[in-house]
């Protein structure tokens, strides 16, 4: 008897774990059929929400036509403004290069002024060391003839 108990009880055991495996299938079968009727409804209202009349599609046209027209205008605007600034860049570049040219060339010009006043002090030394060499050949050739 004890024998017959167990088996009984093995066999409730397996029959209620059956049905929650049933049931569980069941659920998802059902939980598939009303996903599947929601995507269908969807479908079919976004069909009834599409159906557009002539007019409105002329309407939408013209909005979007009219926007393209509208963003070109803007890019044709930018792209312009760019341009200004990349020539005023350039202008700035070259007016900045332009006062780093006057600059050195007033500094050559400063240095070339100030070569010709060494080279002329250096003229006047020279005449003036030249008057002192002769004095003094001329004071030695005294010196000589007084011995």
Same mark, same amino acid.
């Given at each position: 008897?004890?024998?017959?108990?167990?088996?009984?009880?093995?066999?409730?055991?397996?029959?209620?774990?059956? #049905?929650?495996?049933?049931?569980?299938?069941?659920?998802?079968?059902?939980?598939?059929?009303?996903?599947?009727?929601?995507?269908?409804?969807?479908?079919?209202?976004?069909?009834?929400?599409?159906?557009?009349?002539?007019?409105?599609?002329?309407?939408?046209?013209?909005?979007?036509?009219?926007?393209?027209?509208?963003?070109?205008?803007?890019?044709?605007?930018?792209?312009?403004?760019?341009?200004?600034?990349?020539?005023?860049? #350039?202008?700035?570049?070259?007016?900045?290069?332009?006062?780093?040219?006057?600059?050195?060339?007033?500094?050559?010009?400063?240095?070339?002024?100030?070569?010709?006043?060494?080279?002329?002090?250096?003229?006047?030394?020279?005449?003036?060391?030249?008057?002192?060499?002769?004095?003094?050949?001329?004071?030695?050739?005294? #010196?000589?003839?007084?011995?």
């Amino acid at each position: 008897m004890a024998y017959e108990e167990e088996e009984e009880e093995e066999n409730e055991e397996v029959t209620y774990n059956e #049905l929650i495996i049933n049931e569980e299938e069941e659920e998802e079968e059902n939980e598939e059929v009303t996903y599947n009727e929601l995507i269908i409804n969807e479908e079919e209202e976004e069909e009834e929400n599409e159906e557009v009349t002539y007019n409105e599609l002329i309407i939408t046209c013209e909005k979007y036509n009219s926007m393209i027209t509208s963003l070109k205008k803007k890019v044709k605007t930018l792209t312009n403004e760019n341009d200004e600034l990349k020539t005023i860049d #350039l202008t700035k570049e070259i007016n900045s290069k332009d006062v780093e040219i006057d600059f050195i060339e007033n500094e050559v010009a400063h240095l070339e002024e100030e070569n010709k006043n060494l080279k002329v002090e250096i003229e006047a030394i020279k005449k003036t060391f030249s008057k002192f060499s002769s004095s003094s050949e001329k004071l030695e050739n005294l #010196l000589r003839m007084q011995k």
